[in-house]
């Protein structure tokens, strides 16, 4: 058990919909990133939140949207969802230091249908 | 820019054998971490273990170890007495310092090399 929570683990919907992806990092944990993996793929990371201010942007679209709020736990918000957006993704969670390892949800399986 | 490239995109041993997975980097940076992720198919990300580039004593992890080699800018990971529940993707990954306002670290990570531990 790393820690970290996701919710829920599996979302189905429909295009056009929007969903939104929970993460609770682990205690004590400041930073937190959003990757997205499809299916056979890498990770792609999407975003980092530190403390409740965005910390780095990567390949997000601007149909997904992210925050963190004072108690650290993040929402990350899909919308106009579309085909191509079915995958899985990934909260990780990290201490604050450059020798902190990153921390990963159990991840949240979305299937666009 | 900083990169990880992981070579072999599938590898397969018998149980009980050692394998050795490759993971090359680039960066110009002198102190950075190295971290291997393991993913099973259950899709879990789980953390095998991590080198700091300034110790020259290359990292353990009961049957898991690395080969840090600075110059070469490699960091393989070697799986000893290998078992059936070792299949999964192995994930190499680059902690990249980003430099700013605020101090930063992100990882880069490699594209994966599936391992498949057969009986």
């Known amino acids: 058990d790393s820690g970290v929570t996701q919710t829920p683990k599996h979302l189905i919907t429909a295009t056009g919909q929007r969903v939104t992806l929970r993460c609770s990092p682990r205690?004590?944990?400041?930073?937190v990133y959003w990757y997205q993996q499809s299916l056979d793929q890498g990770l792609q990371f999407l975003i980092q939140?530190?403390?409740?201010?965005?910390?780095a942007k990567g390949n997000i679209l601007e149909r997904f949207s992210a925050q963190q709020f004072p108690d650290l736990h993040s929402e990350l918000n899909l919308s106009s969802l579309e085909l191509g957006d079915s995958a899985l993704y990934f909260c990780?969670?990290?201490?604050?230091?450059?020798?902190?390892?990153?921390?990963f949800g159990d991840g949240t399986r979305l299937s666009i249908l | 820019a900083q990169t990880v490239t992981q070579s072999q995109p599938e590898m397969s041993v018998q149980e009980a054998e050692t394998v050795t997975l490759s993971c090359t980097y680039d960066t110009s940076e002198s102190n950075y971490y190295l971290f291997w992720y393991k993913q099973p198919p259950s899709r879990q990300m789980i953390l095998v273990i991590r080198q700091e580039a300034y110790k020259q004593q290359n990292a353990t992890e009961n049957r898991f170890s690395v080969n840090f080699q600075k110059a070469a800018k490699s960091f393989s990971l070697k799986i000893s007495d290998s078992q059936l529940g070792d299949t999964a993707m192995y994930f190499c990954?680059?902690?990249?310092?980003?430099?700013?306002?605020?101090?930063?670290?992100?990882?880069?990570w490699g594209a994966g090399t599936k391992l498949i531990i057969k009986p």
């Open positions: 939140y530190y403390n409740g201010e965005e910390r």
């Open positions: 990954a680059f902690m990249k310092h980003v430099i700013g306002r605020d101090s930063n670290y992100q990882l880069i």
């Open positions: 205690s004590g944990d400041l930073s």
């Open positions: 990780a969670s990290s201490s604050p230091g450059s020798n902190q390892p990153q921390h």
